[in-house]
């Protein structure tokens, strides 16, 4: 099969080469699947730079999901899956023909499902599912903060809340952004890029407090965010876009000295809560709770009320440009690459 293969670290254009590579073969309790496309995030932005300690050493193949159908099953695999169309999680390895993941890690889709939709169903969907009904329930009336809403994981973030009865305040950049935003229903649109987020958030609240922050950004905005939790309030953490502003020792101490300091006891005398969300840990130690999430997200999809936004399709060959697109801050929703 071909790949786009990492070798090294920098720009995309310089370190990603679509090549020949080893075919994945199945083991136990996996399947095989040929990809028809692949959805395109954050993670893999940091991991072309370096900056993801989660990611293999290069040379390797990047890939958090992928769309396709199942060509080859492991041992204690249900044979009936062959031949299905899927949306599957993968742990790397999706920027490829083939890939290979645990059989829990998939789920069957319709035909007719546009590939955009069904990749962002998988890494994105299954994100917000998880923070926001299981590791946060959302609860009605509550104040929830989301940073970067109008992104992939972002827009499904809104919705949810949304679909929850909250009070969403949402935070992005730019007045396509906004009006986006403003479609999906969010009560407070705000835009970073012309005041202080937090202040415009404050005056939404109007004296009260928020309940949930929802924050892939990090650094200098986790304690702003920590500032307007009320009691039982809790930020979820899932992402640290600011560290990507900057590169060597230097910006990583200034995103960590940013942040601030933690003490535990503080957060026990304010009622407040810290929460870490890692996709790929939960995938490794807790694959049912993956396999939970992404059958509740495509069973929302399918009920209508769910619906992530695409972006961009990009052809497999302009795979370094849908990074570079994504890296840019300007896209909104799903990226995607269509073999």
């Known amino acids: 099969m071909h790949a786009w293969v990492l070798e090294g670290h920098g720009a995309p254009r310089s370190v990603l080469k679509w090549r020949p590579w080893p075919d994945p073969v199945p083991g136990p309790g996996q399947v095989r699947i040929r990809c028809e496309g692949f959805g395109v995030n954050y993670a893999d932005v940091m991991a072309v730079k370096g900056l993801y300690r989660e990611a293999p050493p290069p040379p390797c193949v990047l890939g958090y999901e992928a769309v396709g159908r ?76 989301v940073h970067g809403a109008a992104g992939g994981v972002g827009q499904l973030l809104v919705q949810i809340a949304l679909r929850q009865g909250c009070i969403v305040h949402a935070v992005a950049s730019g007045a396509r952004k906004m009006e986006r935003l403003a479609q999906l229903g969010a009560q407070h649109v705000i835009d970073r890029s012309r005041e202080d987020y937090a202040a415009q958030v404050r005056r939404a609240l109007g004296g009260a407090r928020l309940d949930v922050s929802f924050n892939a950004v990090g650094g200098s905005t986790f304690r702003q965010d920590m500032a307007l939790l009320g009691s039982g309030g809790a930020q979820v953490m899932f992402g640290g876009s600011e560290r990507g502003e900057g590169a060597g020792l230097i910006a990583t101490l200034r995103f960590v000295w940013n942040m601030g300091l933690v003490v535990p006891i503080s957060l026990m005398m304010k009622s407040r809560s810290l929460i870490g969300v890692n996709m790929l840990r939960l995938s490794e130690d807790r694959p049912e709770l993956i396999a939970e999430c992404l059958g509740k997200v495509v069973e929302a999809h399918a009920a209508g009320w769910l619906k992530p936004y695409v972006h961009q399709e990009f052809p497999v060959d302009r795979t370094p440009e849908a990074l570079e697109a994504l890296s840019s801050g300007t896209t909104m929703g799903k990226v995607v690459v269509r073999l």
Request: aromatic share 6%.
């Open 70 to 145: 199942v060509e080859g099953i492991g041992a204690g695999v249900p044979t009936d899956l062959r031949g299905k169309r899927v949306v599957a999680m993968t742990r790397f390895g999706s920027y490829a023909e083939l890939v290979t993941t645990d059989a829990q890690a998939i789920a069957i889709i319709p035909d007719p499902m546009p590939l955009g939709e069904a990749a962002a169903l998988a890494t994105q969907g299954c994100t917000a599912w998880y923070m926001a009904m299981i590791a946060r329930p959302l609860r009605r009336g509550q104040h929830v903060l």
